[in-house]
């Protein structure tokens, strides 16, 4: 079993950054595929980013590229989420998702079966 607990969420301004992270536990994620997913109010949860175990290769939403940056620490079995020019519609709960068969390429397709209990992310002024 993967315990996921994200952090690092908030109220922030359009254009102002935030960075999320993930902390794993309950066993190590050094193999895992990683990732983040949000949800916004009445609309369906959708990918955002996603990064592979070896940290080589790594996949992000359209709406996002350019703008975010996914990253990982394997020494202490954590993802971050590093956002940059936030816009109002960035506005989620924000999931952190592990997955041990997934590559970094099909993760929005096929999130494993480990998630966090989310992070609000509210931009607005």
């Known amino acids: 079993q993967v315990q996921l607990v994200e952090s690092g969420g908030g109220l922030v301004q359009p254009g102002g950054s935030l960075r999320l992270s993930c902390a794993a536990s309950g066993r190590t994620i050094s193999l895992y595929t990683m990732g983040w997913f949000r949800q916004a109010p009445g609309k369906e949860r959708e990918f955002v980013a996603a990064i592979n175990w070896s940290a080589t290769s790594t996949a992000y939403a359209d709406s996002v590229k350019g703008r975010f940056a996914v990253s990982r620490d394997g020494a202490k079995n954590t993802v971050s989420l590093q956002m940059n020019n936030l816009k109002p519609e960035d506005t989620a709960v924000y999931y952190c998702?592990?997955?041990?068969?997934?590559?970094?390429?099909?993760?929005?397709?096929?999130?494993?079966?480990?998630w966090g209990q989310g992070t609000q992310v509210t931009v607005s002024s």
């Open positions: 998702n592990a997955n041990r068969y997934s590559s970094a390429s099909t993760f929005a397709t096929t999130p494993g079966d480990y």
